[in-house]
RNA sequence: GCGCCCAUAGCUCAAUUGGAUAGAGCAACGCCCUUCUAAGGCGUAGGUUCCAGGUUCGAGCCCUGGUGGGCGUACCA
């Protein structure tokens, strides 16, 4: 049940009825207060012009009309024009009943797309960073909620496996495998390797020409080299996964689709273009003039695709990449989500794409930036010593911070629960602190406010789900196979039930705009009215009556089973008891 | 120089894409645990939405011009 959906379908019958244009947008929203209902129609004002008549006799002749008697208490014109929709209690109560019954919370699958989402796409070289959080947890979000709703969704980990940084690598593994150095052992640090690496590069007699040398055999298919790089991969995707695991994030190593994986195919972009008179030689490089993207003065942009020394760079293999996903994974839709800055080269790779028809004409090609991480000082997240925060050592930050947390609260767990459910909630706690923020703008990442564990934080969530489910433990029910009649009337029962049958909303509109904020700002207000509901409407409590008690512990159950699936959308662990 | 993004309560952020009196959390100040988990609830206070114009029934949101900040801009990704 999509009562947006529905309203609007209604509204815009009605108006077709008052003699309105086809094409009058009918523009129902939620209402900001409650005296105003539960939805308003703002449509009235707009065609007052059209109509040639006062607003609010066009909402008089809508409201006459419209045809919603089953669904609605009452209409009420009030200011200009607008009409408030209060909804009946009777019609919520079935309308959640339907949701109740249902496997999915009542929500249909669209249409489905192929939509192919690259994220994550850590830089084999070195150890995933907190650069790569955002990129990794948005897309993983914005991929659950894709499949949840139906589509096809093609995950691509773009990973950076290849480039002229590989040969400097190689030559420094090579010679400590000849050290009898097991490549694990050698490579479980890959910073200090990295750093090791570069020190000899710059400073090493004949190091450096060494480094070339397995750049280009390496390129060149050269078996040794291959192997050597390989081994390197494999343990930096060993890297890579654990931090997936930790995370929650659900990308398999089918996912990969490296830089490399497009290699055999550079040339033959380059060649395609040169033959359609996109690409043309400039300064020995081959470059494609992009007019559309002119200064003032009429000068072209410049897009590169191949360097005046012959090698290929990350505009070519994009490029090839997103002819692969165009015909060989047929998508209909492609989401990248990197930082904000890479976002000219997107909109040029586009622009190119689109003119060398690698990309179809109605398939649509989505750069979803995100801004960067900022330490409470308002400048880019670092260590105290100003270095990289490695990933895996902020995840376990996290842990350790809830742990002590949970330590000072007198909890009734085991050693156990108490290992289980700190990881749940520092993990969960670092996702929500990032998912819940609008993507396109930096955010500051504070460790105070967000293991504070108070307020708008992943573990209030947590919490309200492990108080439905301490309800039930104490009713000897089951809150996943529960099943009574809803009967709505306290005003924190209404709101309740609105707000449950408005999840559909929230997850269309993440999948529209790839926006996990608009989820978590959705459970979060779940979770508050669910809060005072749970203040106001005593359920288990002496002197509830049964028909009450049996219908307040289903809008329980259904706000639990909504709870966890929001939040297993989001990556966000739940558990059955906090303390 | 040019381009993109941003500016909302003391702080961190929302605002259903142009709708009514701009909402939350933190911090501050009051209440509420012998009563389903107080990691909670109820309340008070806090705003010239950077500035100046414009568009219209209506602007935090759209347009123009500023101010301040971030990022990008021919061989890194």
Redesign the pocket.
């Known amino acids: 049940m999509n009562i947006h959906q529905l309203l609007q379908q209604k509204f815009k019958a009605a108006l077709i009825a008052i003699g309105a244009p086809e094409d009058a947008p009918t523009?129902v929203?939620?209402?900001?207060r409650v005296e105003?209902g539960e939805y308003?129609f703002?449509g009235a004002?707009?065609l007052a012009?059209v109509l040639r008549q006062k607003p609010r006799e066009i909402a008089e002749n809508i409201v006459a009309a419209i045809e919603l008697d089953d669904v609605v208490e009452k209409l009420e014109i009030?200011?200009?024009g607008?009409i408030?929709i209060h909804l009946k209690n009777q019609w919520l109560a079935t309308a959640l009943d339907t949701v109740a019954q249902s496997a999915r919370l009542g929500i249909e699958p669209e249409s489905a797309q192929t939509v192919v989402v690259d994220y994550s796409s850590p830089?084999l070289a070195k150890e995933m960073h907190v650069g790569h959080l955002r990129t990794t947890i948005i897309g993983d979000v914005v991929v659950n909620t894709l499949e949840f709703l139906g589509h096809k969704v093609i995950r691509q980990n773009h990973m950076?496996d290849w480039?002229t940084q590989f040969g400097m690598l190689l030559a420094h593994l090579s010679d400590k495998l000849k050290a009898s150095e097991v490549a694990a052992t050698a490579l479980s640090d890959l910073e200090d390797f990295y750093r090791e690496a570069k020190v000899r590069f710059d400073n090493e007699q004949g190091f450096a020409d060494r480094a070339r040398e397995y750049v280009v055999k390496l390129q060149g298919g050269d078996t040794h080299c291959l192997e050597l790089w390989q081994l390197f991969i494999d343990v930096s995707i060993n890297h890579s996964e654990e931090v997936y695991k930790k995370l929650k994030v659900n990308l398999q190593r089918s996912d990969i689709h490296g830089?490399s994986a497009y290699n055999d195919d550079l040339a033959n972009v380059l060649r395609e273009l040169q033959a359609k008179h996109i690409a043309v030689e400039?300064?020995?490089?081959q470059?494609v003039f992009i007019d559309e993207l002119a200064?003032?003065e009429g000068n072209p942009a410049?897009y590169?695709v191949q360097?005046?020394?012959g090698?290929y760079?990350?505009s070519t293999t994009d490029l090839a990449a997103i002819r692969y996903r165009s015909t060989v994974l047929k998508a209909d839709r492609t989401l990248i989500f990197t930082d904000?800055?890479?976002?000219?080269?997107f909109k040029q790779t586009e622009i190119v794409a689109r003119k060398a028809g690698f990309i179809q004409a109605d398939e649509s090609y989505q750069h979803c930036p995100f801004g960067?991480m900022l330490g409470k000082d308002?400048k880019p997240f670092k260590t105290r010593t100003g270095g990289t925060v490695k990933l895996a050592d902020l995840l376990d930050e996290a842990i350790e911070r809830a742990a002590l947390?949970?330590a000072q609260?007198d909890?009734d767990l085991t050693v156990q629960e108490r290992e289980e459910?700190a990881a749940k909630?520092g993990i969960g706690a670092v996702k929500y602190a990032d998912l819940?923020?609008?993507r396109?703008?930096?955010?500051?990442f504070d460790w105070d406010?967000m293991l504070?564990?108070?307020?708008?934080t992943a573990?209030?969530l947590q919490?309200a789900y492990?108080?439905v489910?301490?309800?039930f433990r104490?009713a000897g029910l089951d809150a996943t196979n529960f099943n009574a009649p809803i009967s709505i009337e306290a005003p924190q029962e209404k709101a309740l039930a609105v707000k449950l049958l408005q999840y559909v909303d929230a997850l269309n509109?993440v999948s529209v705009?790839a926006t996990p904020?608009?989820l978590c700002?959705y459970i979060y207000e779940l979770a508050?009215l669910f809060?005072?509901f749970?203040?106001a409407?005593?359920?288990?409590?002496d002197g509830v009556a049964e028909q009450t008690k049996l219908s307040r512990l289903m809008l329980a159950a259904i706000t639990a089973r909504t709870l966890k699936s929001g939040l297993e959308l989001l990556g966000i662990e739940t558990m059955e008891?906090?303390?």
């Open positions: 523009p929203s939620r209402s900001t105003f308003q703002n004002m707009a012009k009030a200011g200009p607008f408030n830089n950076g480039g830089e400039s300064q020995g490089a470059v200064d003032k410049v590169i360097k005046s020394g090698g760079l990350y904000a800055r890479q976002a000219l080269h960067m308002g947390l949970i609260r909890a459910i909630i819940s923020r609008n396109t703008t930096d955010y500051m406010t504070s564990f108070e307020g708008n573990p209030y919490y492990t108080r489910q301490s309800i104490k509109q705009e904020h608009v700002n508050s809060m005072s749970y203040e409407c005593p359920i288990l409590k008891k906090m303390g």
